[in-house]
């Protein structure tokens, strides 16, 4: 049950990621939009998440999509509420983890794999490897990986150790690309995850206690 909720809220994650990245006319926090698909109740409670976002200097796009998102899937009102009061202590959680000066787009993906499980600290981690480089396609690939059953300790060693190698974001994404073929071809996704990070780094082990590949189950090197 745990982990469908973290995959059911990392799903809304995305998707308003995507609409953040898209709509770009999303904007207001009393955006009309809000009045003509919630109810009146709904809409009065999300206007106010976002008002207190908007003061604290975060995001409020995502926000207003994620609620736009929730009535397009006719969620009670209710729950789009606590979704969009999750998502708001999301971004402020990423944004304390990777720092004041951050990018919107950022943060967004912060907050997804804050969703997925991820550590705030392995965001810190991610921001330290990378510098003044964007540390959004990190933030996806590892919060893929975490929601394809990869352990998020496994997940974030892998990230991080590509990060620190100074590994392409292309990269990093045929990474994830690869992990998944060889999951979806039956492979552990922590054996999988941690034999191909050793192949595009280098020496690399994971976390301890993960689980290393069964016989007839070792992932390809190929592509």
Do not use: C, H, Y
Not at 215 to 220: F, M, S, V, Y
């Amino acid at each position: 049950m745990k982990a469908t909720r973290s995959r059911t809220r990392w799903r809304w994650a995305m998707a308003a990621f995507v609409l953040f990245l898209l709509a770009d006319d999303v904007r207001a926090a009393n955006d009309p939009r809000l009045d003509a698909r919630l109810d009146p109740e709904t809409a009065g409670a999300v206007g106010q998440v976002v008002e207190k976002a908007r003061e604290k200097g975060l995001p409020v796009d995502p926000l207003v999509a994620r609620a736009l998102e929730g009535a397009s899937r006719q969620v009670p009102g209710p729950r789009i509420v606590a979704a969009v009061q999750n998502l708001a202590a999301e971004l402020e959680m990423a944004r304390e983890s990777l720092g004041l000066g951050s990018t919107a787009a950022e943060l967004v993906a912060g907050a997804a794999a804050l969703a997925a499980g991820v550590r705030p600290d392995t965001l810190a981690r991610l921001r330290a490897a990378r510098g003044t480089g964007s540390v959004v396609v990190p933030l996806v690939v590892l919060t893929d990986l975490a929601t394809r059953r990869v352990p998020v300790e496994t997940a974030s060693a892998a990230v991080l150790a590509a990060t620190r190698s100074r590994v392409r974001d292309r990269d990093l994404m045929r990474l994830r690309e690869r992990i998944d073929k060889d999951i979806m071809a039956g492979a552990s996704p922590g054996a999988a995850t941690i034999l191909r990070t050793r192949t595009l780094i280098g020496p690399f082990q994971g976390p301890s206690g993960t689980t290393q590949p069964a016989p007839g189950r070792t992932p390809r090197s190929g592509p």
